[in-house]
């Protein structure tokens, strides 16, 4: 069984500050995604990182995959209280046409203004 | 918004019970995936549909079934309910089967509360 494990499980930090989020395995995943979900609503996605190595920014948002695509890190830079929300780092795998999404079970973080 | 849409938003029902879940997709997407939220499990996967036939499984329990019917609507069915069953239940949709560039859109979910 493929597991996820997210730290830290839950965050409260002041509006300006910067964070770190951690999502680790000891599998190798095809893909690593990051998702943000509010209350009373689905998961958005808002990254893949393919390649291991591979960094991608969104603004203040800053993704990572590691170099054996076991583990990634999402850095927000300046948070903001609508950052607000659970994150969430989901791992692809396929076997075939068997393709999966293990989620991690979330980061909830709270910016406080 | 993500075109996905599920019904109903809430339900109430007792152990030993059965109900149906619905799920419409986004215009144009063929896979559905169903996802099951608790707070002790997280978020994980069920089932997957693609076209009308079942594309992959995860942690389905035997007393859960689904299908995608030809206009690509999808029904998830949860039987002999226990108390731990009670959970937030996901339906997402992407374009294609599954791959690591394949989208997948959440719909906000069915809260489904066993007594």
């Known amino acids: 069984t493929q597991l996820l494990e997210q730290s830290p499980q839950f965050l409260s930090i002041q509006e300006g500050e910067n964070l770190t989020v951690y999502c680790n395995s000891s599998s190798v995943f095809s893909s690593l995604q990051w998702y943000r979900q509010e209350p009373g609503e689905g998961p958005v996605l808002l990254v893949t990182v393919v390649t291991g190595g591979e960094v991608k920014k969104l603004k203040r948002l800053t993704f990572q995959f590691g170099d054996a695509r076991k583990d990634s890190s999402l850095h927000i830079t300046a948070a903001q209280p609508g950052d607000t929300g659970l994150y969430l780092c989901?791992?692809?795998?396929?076997?075939?046409?068997?393709?999966?999404?293990?989620f991690g079970k979330g980061t909830l973080l709270t910016v406080n203004p | 918004d993500s075109g996905v849409t599920q019904t109903p938003k809430h339900l109430i029902t007792a152990t030993g019970q059965r109900v149906t879940l619905r799920c419409s997709p986004r215009s144009g997407d063929l896979s559905v995936y169903w996802y099951q939220q608790s707070l002790d499990q997280g978020l994980q996967f069920l089932i997957q549909?693609?076209?009308?036939?079942?594309?992959a499984k995860g942690n389905i329990l035997e007393r859960f079934s689904a299908q995608q019917f030809p206009d690509l609507h999808s029904e998830l069915n949860l039987s002999s309910l226990e108390l731990g069953d009670s959970a937030l239940y996901f339906c997402a949709s992407s374009a294609g089967g599954g791959y690591d560039t394949d989208t997948q859109y959440f719909g906000p979910g069915t809260r489904l509360t066993v007594l």
């Open positions: 549909y693609y076209n009308g036939e079942e594309r």
């Open positions: 989901a791992g692809a795998s396929s076997g075939g046409s068997n393709y999966k999404l293990t």
